[in-house]
């Protein structure tokens, strides 16, 4: 076996669905056969599948069944994990610089260190974008981090149990949620907590009355929910959220995000206890213009068809942190890879084939979007969504049961990437058997 002097060496920042996957399969691949050495970078000890955030904030999942814990990922798939967040990058020593890391009581857990690479792959995700609206940071909640998804929860919870013990009439905002933006994260928060409130208010809170006083709200400044995806999706999912009684405001921009509510551009007011702002995407601010990398106006790295960054190519991006193109988008027209998590597992895909090449010396390929359609969950009322290019060989609205299976294979498919067939099947079974003996919904 080479020494580590001698391997080649590969850093990848952030252990999202592309990250995690692209280090897991590098591990099995090269880690295990000592041609390579394969280090994880990421600020938090666990990851939980992006998609997944909405119903983590419900509370219609446990995220201690879903959690998959960095260190034990790589003892067993044969890369090293490290704990910090990225602070910079040194292209000419090709060092990545790490920040110390300090648990919750201001200790210091690992220090300030610099990790040397021979490929870096930069997968660091995005976040959601305020635009610089007044009142945003202060008085409303993100899902970008498992953490926010805990937050919103235990105050939605909390907001119930408040509500049911107090002796005065509720306030005008309530019990009340004001979700701004209607892309999937907005439109499947809706749903869910339609159903999860329900179940909430039914285990004893018997002063309240959830079709009365809890109201849901879905703020879209678009003319229509879900305005990156077709038409015909748009019209049935919001037919659905009328049926479940959710509130649809499209047309309207938000001007400001008060205490109590929001405040749209044309002066009206919407009354809200809870405020989760899931408007925009952009990237981390840090990336902005980092080690003199070419980005654009929202921080995306730009990269080439081989996802190699523009002016360094032994920098990669993959995931929603890259500016990718895709000439197929707009009928021809061309555009970038949208933010989807099928584009990160893809990306993952080819930068295992791509890395292989490099190390072999041999020319590197481009990277092509395939886009398999789009999918959007209703929690158990229903799925919407369409199925394109090689699955149908043209576009296919689907909606229903059959929709929900696609939805849910492909977090399977996540899953299967990370630890196999056979350990997919035992937690798999075992989250069924666990959830007969628990409520259907987390009530703390």
Known sequence: MNSSKDKHRIVIVGGGAGGLELATRLGDKLGKRGKAEVVLVDKNRTH???????????????????????LAQAHWHHFRFRMGE?????????????????????????????????????????????????????????LETKADAQRFHARMVNACIRANAQAMPLAPEQLHVAIIGAGATGVELAA??????????????????????????????????????????????????GELGVDVHTNAKVAAVEPTGVR?????????????????????????????????????LAVLPTLQTT???????????AQCAWPEANGGKGGFVPPRAQAAHQQASHMLAQIKRRMAGQPLTPYRYRDFGSLVSLGEFSTVGNMMGGLVGGSLMVEGWFARIMYESLYKMHELAL?????VALDTMARLITRRTEPHVKLH
């Not at 890391?101 to 690992?110: N, P, Q, S, Y």
């Not at 002016?311 to 942190?321: L, S, W, Y």
Request: with cysteine; glycine share 8%; charged share 25%.
């Open 48 to 70: 939980v599948w992006k998609p997944k955030l909405h119903e983590i904030a419900s509370g219609s999942m446990d995220m201690s069944a879903h959690e998959v814990d960095y």
């Open 86 to 142: 990225l602070t910079g990058i040194d292209r000419d020593k090709q060092e990545v610089q790490v920040a110390p890391f300090m648990d919750d009581e201001g200790k210091l857990v690992t220090p300030a260190r610099s990790f040397g690479y021979d490929t870096l792959v930069l997968a660091i995700g995005s976040l959601s974008n305020d635009f610089g609206t007044p009142g945003v940071r202060e008085h409303a909640l993100r």
């Open 192 to 241: 869910e907590l339609h159903r999860t409130t329900r179940e909430v208010v039914a285990y004893g809170l018997d002063q309240l009355d959830a079709e009365r006083d809890i109201k849901v709200s879905v703020i879209e400044a678009a003319p229509r929910v879900l305005p990156a995806l077709p038409a015909r999706i748009s019209a049935a999912t919001e037919r659905l959220l």
């Open 264 to 300: 749209l551009a044309d002066e009206r007011f919407l009354p809200a206890e809870l405020i989760v702002w899931a408007a925009g995407v952009k990237a981390a601010d840090f990336l902005q213009g980092i080690a003199g990398l070419e980005t654009n106006r929202i921080n995306q």
């Open 311 to 321: 002016r360094d190519e032994n920098i990669f991006a993959i995931g929603d942190c």
């Open 419 to 423: 630890h196999g067939y056979a350990k």
